[in-house]
């Protein structure tokens, strides 16, 4: 398969290895996202050793690796290396003054049983290695590990880095590459369930329609997502269970802390430790209203990840009936005749992925600093909850977005409530712009308004896609 995406972070790379010189390259993120994709990637046309680390010991870590460096140089006869320290010595004075790319992947795997691996590199690299042209890449999966014991101020190896990138999953455009020959609404309808991770849309089948894919991926004990997030829960956390009980609750209804607490039978406090760490994975996200500060008692949970989104949603509750072969039923039943409303917050997400890529190359009437959802009452006197699907803000100048996945075509109805639930926001929307997000198009009626206002904007399904 072609290399899909990470164009700008490869060339990043590209960059520091035409600078010639020492390098530290600190890669991490969650696993599938498609780090060891990226560094094949970048090591094809150059000298270079890659070694993926395995869950052994020391001893057994180093003899494996010994033996890439010894099948790279050649040599037959040495002895496996004693420790980290010659090795790398050993690849160091071989080189001289060529350039090599030494990868090692896992890492936190060799540094598990032996947290002197740090101490050991901070020593090479401050009395040899920054003499020399080595470029030396750190890649880890634990993120917590990289983030505190590579990156942490209090890590041996702090300061030392030359670069670094935390790795995410593709948006929704980017995605979208795996997709040829699909509808533009079946390709966002394919990203609602498989999401951003490289694994994961590879497993797209472009000559399969969007439910044989959905059944072919999901709805079968032998496929590829059926126990995924089972399975990445399980490398990734201790205590797996508890957390697959804190998403499967988001994914039924609980938002506020309190209310996922109550329904898993844990403690507030120890909840939102779990909570934290599946933020910190990107399985989760945190929200606030817009504008307001994170420590806001309005503060709801979500599932970030969609394929973890659309397991929890419909494969998760349904796993019974899938293990007894109905999983034909389950997509008619249960997927179907839902998918449209679960699309909802999927099509929002996919709205502010396509803002922020119009506004980092200044292509909107305003270039925002933040932008977010906003829930609140709509008047003093009322007290009615209204909701803002997105509010992109650059100080006092606004753009008010309303999202619709629906089979209706929107009409100026729609552009007079968003105006309204502004006014509910502020007071003062002068300065505002309004773009109205829509699956199907809009009315005549409301195509003409837009044309006479230059603050209405109307977005639909092939400008998102384009």
């Given at each position: ?21 020492f ?7 969650r696993?599938r ?25 020391r001893?057994?870590?180093?003899e ?25 010595t ?18 936190p ?55 670094q990138l ?18 533009n ?37 032998t ?22 009980s ?14 996922i ?61 899938i ?7 389950v ?10 409303e ?12 396509y ?64 105006k ?37 904007i109307?977005?639909g ?6």
């Amino acid at each position: 398969m072609a290399f899909i995406g990470r164009k700008s972070e490869l060339a990043s790379l590209n960059e520091m290895y035409c600078e010639d010189k020492f390098q530290m390259f600190v890669l991490y993120g969650r696993r599938r996202v498609g780090k060891t994709t990226l560094l094949n990637e970048f090591c094809k046309d150059k000298p270079s050793i890659f070694y993926s680390a395995e869950q052994s010991n020391r001893k057994l870590n180093l003899e494996k690796f010994s033996e890439a460096v010894f099948s790279y140089y050649g040599e037959t006869t040495l002895e496996p290396f004693s420790s980290w320290e010659n090795a790398i010595t050993y690849i160091d004075d071989r080189q001289g003054d060529n350039r090599l790319v030494l990868v090692l992947d896992e890492f936190p795997y060799l540094c598990r049983k032996d947290m002197s691996l740090l101490s050991e590199l901070q020593h090479l690299i401050d009395h040899k290695l920054q003499y020399g042209r080595l470029f030396l890449v750190l890649c880890g999966s634990y993120m917590g590990f990289m983030e505190k014991e590579v990156l942490g101020s209090k890590s041996p190896l702090f300061g030392r880095r030359t670069g670094q990138l935390h790795m995410k999953t593709f948006d929704y455009k980017t995605s979208l590459e795996y997709m040829d020959g699909f509808t533009n609404e079946e390709k966002l309808m394919l990203y609602g369930a498989f999401g951003g991770t490289p694994l994961y849309l590879s497993h797209i089948d472009n000559s399969k329609t969007f439910e044989e894919n959905i059944k072919h991926e999901f709805l079968r004990t032998t496929a590829y997502l059926y126990e995924e997030p089972l399975l990445l829960l399980r490398q990734e956390v201790v205590e797996p269970g508890v957390y697959s009980s804190i998403i499967e609750a988001i994914a039924g209804g609980a938002t506020k802390s309190n209310e996922i607490a109550t329904k898993i039978g844990e403690e507030p406090a120890k909840c939102l430790r779990y909570i934290s760490i599946l933020c910190d994975l990107g399985i989760l996200y945190k929200e606030t209203p817009f504008g307001e500060k994170e420590s806001s008692r309005k503060t709801i949970y979500g599932i970030s990840d969609l394929m973890f989104r659309f397991w929890y949603r419909f494969v998760f509750p349904n796993r019974t009936l899938i293990e007894t072969g109905a999983g034909e039923a389950v997509y008619k039943r249960r997927i179907d005749p839902t998918f449209s409303e679960y699309m909802g917050i999927v099509f929002e997400k996919i709205c502010k992925e396509y803002l922020l890529r119009k506004n980092s190359r200044g292509e909107l009437p305003i270039m925002f600093t933040s932008i977010g959802r906003w829930w609140g009452h709509s008047g003093e006197k009322t007290h009615t909850q209204t909701e803002i699907d997105l509010i992109a803000r650059d100080g006092g100048d606004y753009i008010f977005c309303e999202c619709k996945w629906r089979n209706e075509i929107m009409t100026p109805a729609v552009l007079n409530k968003l105006k309204e639930s502004a006014r509910a926001y502020s007071k003062d929307v002068k300065n505002s712009y309004f773009a109205l997000f829509s699956k199907s198009g809009f009315s005549d009626s409301l195509i003409e308004e837009a044309k006479n206002d230059s603050r209405i904007i109307l977005i639909g399904l092939k400008d998102i896609t384009a």
